[in-house]
């Protein structure tokens, strides 16, 4: 067990559980949004933790493939509760819009036949929207310079030219590449206060050992397995991989599930665009693409198994890096590579907006009207998504 981080009087696993919910009923915004949330209610409302801390907790879910938002809340709940605590953090956080987007799925799966209609439309128009703002944004912050937007470019690129998986992991695998031999990103501080939690370094190597096993042997098992295994591991598999968290998840759940098979374009693309309108993580998307799949299991189990397979690397990561974080935050080739790699997923989701979510969302001037003031709203406005999505959602079913 975890011993916990000594800042003011400590909590249980419950009292995690309650804060975290209230977070994830009312944390609209995306995962820089969530950080927010997290600051004002954790540090500052709290004392949970010290703003250095804060800072050298999200510095670490940045650096790790996952949604980063929700591995701050995993890490959170580990420094005031232990294990227990973390796992009351993410259940607290993801619980909300999970239910959301599962239920949307299990009526979507029963009546989209009938309800594919302008509303439909509106959902993959504001979809359009929201990705394009998803990659201004990031780009801005990713790629300030002519290498990072190089980088970003050559990754759209590949992932456009190759395609599917390969297209993804090309993308990566180029990105971490020319990160090692061209960038030079700033050096952190180095002293850090997570040093402050110890998480013993036992159970820290086994969860890593765990993390890459289950990338390993699971797409072997899946060759012969039944449909579940073969889920958890298409899951497993874009949870573990994506860096960035967030919007830069759409290409690989894309190439997981539509591209398989398994997932319908068009339910794609409306479960992505539902996804806005909902608190919480983005990787509850997943619950979503379960519940809909198209061979066994699906429904409610198919959303179960989804989101625990999404979720499950970042919670073996959070365990398995923290004791190890003071070291590898000072190592500048892992810190190059993960520059590069953090330009390349610009690219990837650049790719994404290109195909297939521009060609699915704007099929006619009136969807192409939709989508430009959905992007309108967004980035000129400053419109919450939520609110956005809605508004497309209505437009398409009065006038489309």
């Known amino acids: ?157 590949i992932a456009i030219g190759l395609g599917g998986i390969a297209g993804q992991l090309g993308a990566i695998a180029f990105g971490a590449l020319a990160g090692a031999l061209f960038l030079q990103p700033q050096v952190p501080r180095e002293e850090t206060e997570l040093a402050l939690l110890a998480v013993p370094r036992g159970l820290a190597l086994g969860a890593l050992a765990l993390f890459f096993v289950l990338l390993a042997l699971l797409p072997l098992l899946a060759a012969g397995g039944d449909g579940a295994v073969r889920l958890v591991d298409a899951f497993y598999r874009a949870g573990a991989l994506v860096f960035g968290g967030g919007h830069v998840v759409l290409p690989l759940l894309d190439a997981e599930t539509v591209a398989t098979g398994l997932v319908s374009r068009e339910a794609f693309l409306a479960g992505y665009g539902a996804a806005q309108a909902v608190p919480g993580p983005l990787f509850t998307f997943a619950g979503f693409l379960g519940a809909v799949a198209e061979r066994p299991p699906s429904g409610i189990a198919g959303g179960l198994l989804a989101l625990g397979a999404i979720f499950l690397p970042s919670a073996l990561l959070v365990v398995g890096a923290l004791p190890f974080w003071a070291q590898l935050r000072g190592i500048v080739p892992a810190r190059r590579i993960l520059a590069g790699v953090n330009a390349a997923v610009v690219g990837l989701l650049g790719a994404a907006l290109w195909s297939p979510v521009l060609p699915e969302g704007v099929t006619s001037p009136a969807t192409a009207v939709v989508a430009l003031l959905a992007f309108l709203a967004l980035v000129v406005w400053r419109v919450p998504a939520f609110a956005v999505v809605a508004g497309a959602a209505l437009a398409g079913f009065v006038a489309l």
Request: charge should be positive.
């Open 1 to 157: 067990m975890a011993r916990r981080h000594d800042q003011g009087a400590q909590g249980g696993a419950g009292e995690v559980f309650a804060v975290f919910l209230r977070l994830g009923f009312t944390s609209f915004g995306g995962p820089i949004a969530h950080l927010g949330y997290f600051r004002e209610e954790l540090v500052h409302r709290r004392r949970w933790l010290s703003d250095h801390a804060y800072a050298d907790l999200v510095a670490l879910c940045q650096f790790l493939p996952g949604p980063a938002s929700s591995q701050v809340g995993m890490g959170v709940g580990l420094m005031r509760a232990g294990l227990p605590g973390l796992l009351a953090a993410f259940l607290g956080f993801t619980l909300p819009s999970a239910v959301a987007m599962v239920a949307f799925g299990l009526g979507f799966g029963m009546l989209g036949s009938d309800l594919a209609g302008g509303w439909l439309a509106g959902l993959k128009a504001a979809a359009a929207a929201v990705v394009a703002q998803a990659v201004l944004g990031m780009a801005a912050s990713l790629c300030p310079e002519r290498r990072t937007q190089t980088i970003a470019l050559a990754g759209a690129a």
